[in-house]
């Protein structure tokens, strides 16, 4: 008997393109910081900053990769009970590791060579432009030393890798899915309680790893930090799919969790700010594990049921979009690391200058995704299928 297959969810499809649109957003932001991040984020304008672009940086990270595993998740799950569990696997070896190998390879020399140029105007180098390509002038400089900003699809493809050992375990214990099944059935009917829940059980881990924040890591050796913590959101993703017929639960406190969370980053950032607490992630403050715990799950409950009250038709728009943010994503870092060196000499204000960093980067990325992507092999590659040029399927 053929499984019944669930209808597409266009809510969580828009939820995890706009979760991965934000990363354009993060790091054109990042130059413009008064924060040094150092290592984290190589090039900062020394003319140009302010504690805005700081804040909205912190509360994207506050929420953006651990909804976006969380949707993973999901979306993991479906593939693995409908189509089946080999199935799922293969569909994630073509969607992620595939791409991963391939752009990584291709990016990385793009990407110091951004980052060198910039650092070199910047710093009112002589010929940034010679500075910036003595990098390949020996092999190293075309091999990845990290994972860059493709860290969330090597992390994603372990977690796959995992869940998919632990999900054919797992099939052979029917009364303790039963069991999982109906605890989180209940806790989806009491959206309060399962932000409580669901925010204990990530201070707990936060505890545990003794760190307040889970940053990116870029190091192309797995960190069990960063491969625990996202690998907790995946699974309650994945949990959720079983729970789905009570999806339209997350809106009964969307927009009140949203305010909250908001106000708490608020707070945690002016305590930061204000009190010279140590935003450190390898700070175990008791306080800021708390406070990052609650956010994290006031954001996921409050993002997801606004998606889930505004985005649940079908939108040709939104569907072009979410076709897009995987190149776009894929393709923005250099991007929001080189505009910058264009730009440095402009006697703007960085908010203005960051702006311009986002709009130019976006127009790029989607231009290239509409011209040279969507109707063509890289298209297929990407999202499994090759748009035919129409009039219906052009938006631009």
Partial sequence: MEKKKTERIHALDALRAIMMLLGVVLHAALTYNVTDHKNAWGIKDPESNHILTDF??????????????????FFGAMLFYERGAFKMLKNRISRIVYPFIVFLCILTPIIYFSFDYTNAVFEQLEDPLKISTQLFSNIKGFLPRTTSHLWFLYYLIFITFFTFLLGLLFNKFKKVNTKITFVFDWLMQQPILGVLFFATLTFFILCVLEISMVNA??????????FSYYFFFYMVGWILFKSKRFLNNFKK????????????????????QYSGMNLNPNS???LLISFNSLIVWLFIFGITGVFIRYSSDYSKRMRYISDASYWVYLIHLPLTAIIPAFIAELSFHALVKFIIVLSLTSLICFVTY???????FIGKFLNGRRYVKNKEENLM
């Fill in 217 to 226: 890591s870029v190091s192309l050796v797995p960190d069990m930090s960063t």
């Fill in 253 to 272: 406190y969307d927009r009140l969790c949203i305010i909250l969370g908001v106000s708490l980053v608020i707070t945690q950032g002016l305590l930061i």
């Fill in 56 to 73: 909205l940086v912190l509360l994207i990270h506050s929420f953006r990769m651990p909804i976006f595993f969380f949707i993973a998740g």
């Fill in 370 to 376: 509409h011209y040279l992507v969507r109707n063509t």
């Fill in 284 to 286: 175990n403050s008791i």
